[in-house]
Every structure is written in C-alpha cells, then in structure tokens.
C-alpha cells in the first residue's frame, strides 16, 4: 500500500478530509496529514492525528525535533501528495511557485506526478480565469486534478465547487499509486 500525504486546506470542506483520511488509512495506505493554519479552522490536528496515528503537520517553523528538514523528507516519503481539499489559495500558490507555509513547501518538494489536487471552493472563484489558468498550468507541468463536482454549496449557490466524492478521490487516488508502482 502507498504512503500518502493528506494536505487539508482552509475550506468548509475540510471536514471531509477526516473520512477520507479513514477510508485510506483502514484501505491499508499510510496516511500522514499537513493542514493549513486556515484547515486548523474548520477541523481539528487532533482528528486527523487519531485517524491516521501520525503526527499532523501545521508549523513550519516548530522548534527544530527533527534531524530532517521536515518539509524536505515528508516530500520524499510520500507516494502521493493528495490535497483535498484544495482552495484557490493553495492552487495559485503552487501554479506561482510559492512556498510560504508547511504545504506548499511540501508541494515544491514533490514531483508533479506524485501531487493530486482536489479543488473545493465557490463556483464563481472555481470559475474565476485566474484560477482556471492555474489548473491548466499544473495540468500541463502533469499535476493530477480530480475535479469539483455540482452541488449546493455552503454558501447557498448552486454550482461547481463541491469537493468531489471522496469514493472518486480514493479511486483516482488508487489509480495513481498503482501508476507508480506503490499501491
């Protein structure tokens, strides 16, 4: 079974990451989780560490308990950089090459290949052109998209930008660690 790194980020759907970290890690994947200050928000380290029985990253700058660079070895332990789910905040910052926080210094350490992105965010900002153009740069440097699904949204709207299901997550995520030989 495949090492997996979980990468929540700040959407209401972060909530979701808590049963998908599940369904990985009772499929028999290792599953490690880094959040986002923002995820922090809307669910807690302490769920995805009981699920996972790992430690769950967040700071990138914690005191030094490590004789490796965290964000360095996470990268090159993981089979699968699986974010979900992904804003448009963390899909602008990998597509610009910024690495500011825990994760997305892990996602510029990680081979496109191995990086799978599950956006999660509202019609309007999934649809917005800048972020569009972000998902069409990462898919062309051969970053893995499942995409959004339709569906009423938090917000109310009806559209786009539902995190898909995570039976479709699971599934492509399988798929990808079956490409690369480590499922």
Request: hydrophobic letters at 50%.
């Amino acid at each position: 079974m495949g090492n997996i790194l979980l990468g929540v980020t700040g959407s209401i759907a972060a909530y979701k990451a808590a049963e998908l970290a599940n369904i990985l890690t009772k499929s028999g994947h290792s599953v490690k989780a880094v959040m986002t200050r923002a995820a922090a928000e809307f669910i807690s380290p302490l769920t995805l560490q009981t699920l996972t029985k790992h430690k769950v990253y967040t700071d990138m700058f914690e005191p030094a308990a490590y004789e490796d660079v965290r964000h360095i070895s996470l990268a090159k332990e993981a089979d699968l950089l699986l974010i979900a789910p992904a804003t448009a905040n963390i899909i602008g910052k990998i597509a610009s090459g910024i690495a500011d926080d825990m994760l997305s210094t892990i996602a510029m350490a990680s081979p496109a290949p191995n990086v799978m992105i599950c956006p999660a965010m509202n019609t309007a900002m999934y649809e917005n052109p800048v972020v569009q153009a972000g998902i069409k740069k990462l898919e062309g440097l051969g970053y893995l998209f499942v995409e959004p699904k339709e569906s009423l949204l938090a917000c109310g709207d009806l559209g786009k930008g539902a995190l898909a299901d995570l039976d479709a997550i699971v599934k492509a995520a399988e798929r990808a660690l079956a490409r690369s030989g480590t499922a």
